[in-house]
């Protein structure tokens, strides 16, 4: 599914049905979408509601990692359409994705971690300084 | 407490997706606190294919309340397992048919 915003597009990946979207908001965050400004240059963002990052800030340190980090995260209210809408229309009027790195600058096999790998979406979820 | 409330999938099927699951890129293991999202509430499930009660979840397997909705709760590993492993708890996981009743975790209906 794709959404065409004011200032951009914001692209979900293919398993991303209205069961996933009514499960996305009751779980409190979401994975695997791209925001694709007029240009064609991608970057991949990572939704978060602040119960939830607080929950998983919570099990994280259980596990002895005290935080919580995802490339392009963005906090919103709920993780609905309508909240992560306004949200990307809002942080592209202020040029917020150039400060990523688009998919294109990524490097597909950038992460030397043993047995290291990509998430189901592709994205990695941890990313190492090299 | 949490052995007495009942569960509810959306859909017949427990098989994890994208969103369901991190994989720890060190280890390759599904890390737990996130799993498949069930609920306590079976109601409003019908546009989705209805309401599965859930029935003998394994010891390998937890669930814990996630997210805004108290009602909502995820089947997460209960320790770090490869994707298969946890893909293979959750196919044992038996789910039974379940009309729509209000809240079938509330004694007085």
């Known amino acids: 599914m794709t959404l065409q915003l004011d200032t951009c597009r914001l692209v979900f ?19 695997g979408v791209r925001v694709e400004l007029p240009d064609g240059e991608q970057y991949s963002v990572h ?3 602040l119960v939830r990052l607080g929950q998983d800030l919570d099990e994280e340190a259980k596990w002895d990692r005290p935080f919580v980090a995802e490339p392009g995260l963005i906090v919103v209210p709920a993780v609905s359409r309508e909240a992560i809408t306004s949200a990307v229309n809002r942080l592209a009027i202020t040029d917020y994705f150039r400060h990523l790195r688009s998919e294109a600058e990524i490097r597909p ?15 990695p979820t941890e990313s190492v300084a090299t | 407490m949490m052995g007495t409330i009942k569960f509810f999938r959306v859909g017949g099927s427990l098989a994890p997706r994208p969103n369901d699951i991190k994989i720890d890129p ?4 599904v890390r737990p606190g996130r799993g498949v999202s069930v609920q306590s509430v079976p109601d409003g499930l019908e546009r989705f294919g209805g309401a599965f009660e859930l029935s003998d979840i394994l010891p390998s397997l937890t669930v814990v309340q996630t997210g805004r909705n108290p009602n909502h709760y995820e089947v997460c590993p209960a320790n770090p397992m490869t994707p298969a492993d946890y893909s ?4 044992s996981t038996h789910l039974i048919p379940t009309p729509p009743s209000g809240d079938a975790n509330d004694p007085s209906t």
């Open chain 1, 13 to 31: 990946p293919e398993w991303y049905d209205e069961r996933a979207e009514y499960e996305a908001e009751q779980k409190g965050w979401l994975q």
């Open chain 1, 47 to 49: 939704f978060y509601d």
């Open chain 1, 109 to 123: 096999l950038g992460y030397p971690l043993a047995g290291g790998s990509r998430n189901a979406t592709g994205t």
């Open chain 2, 26 to 29: 060190r280890t390759g293991l």
């Open chain 2, 88 to 91: 293979d708890a959750l196919a």
